[in-house]
């Protein structure tokens, strides 16, 4: 089995930075009432999420999901994004996902090794320098947490601090995130960010605007 680029994860140190800005995040839309509250505690206390979920990763995570809904069929995927440090404390972004073709049930859906090849193909092919940062997957009309199953998947590959486990239901409409705790594991909030456009981006549409005839 090839050895995905993801083994960068324990070489690359985490880089000092500022999660993305208030005015960027939202609470995803499909919270349950108890996970706004929590979302609601850390905007308020002004705190820091364990897990900020790009718009981009979030569309691409929900569709997925909501895709397969009708056949009941679960998804399962790879977070991708960066792990960073701030006041101290750790947190990921999630910039991207990949996922392959998988064989799953309406009641299981598992790290298939024959899968594995396929979902590291795809995150060469991704041709981020991004991390693994935990994973997704459905539980359509089961409502969301993680089974012994998806516990066992979380202490053998995710099992780092950053490592959270995303478990969406399209049926139910709810989703959650996880990590690992002392007894088990535990929600951990997180908050869906609108990512800003980056200086180099800037750059280039200003260029593009530049030769716009001014008519
Ligand atoms: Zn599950």
Redo the contacts with the bound molecule.
Sequence with gaps: MPRPRIVKETRRPVEEREPPRASTLKPHEWLSEESLTEYNEVVDSGGIFDIYLSSVAERKIKAHAVNEAPNRL?VMGFMLGEVRRWKGRIYSLVRDIVTTHLKSSSS??RFDPEAFPNLFHGLDDSGFDYILVGWY???PGHTC???R??LETQRSIFDQPYHSAL?IDPITRDIKTFKLSETGYEEVAFAVYEPEVGSKAKAKRSRKLKVKPSS
Excluded: N
């Design positions: 679960e299981k859906v997957h459905s539980h947490f993680l089974s199953t998806d478990v």
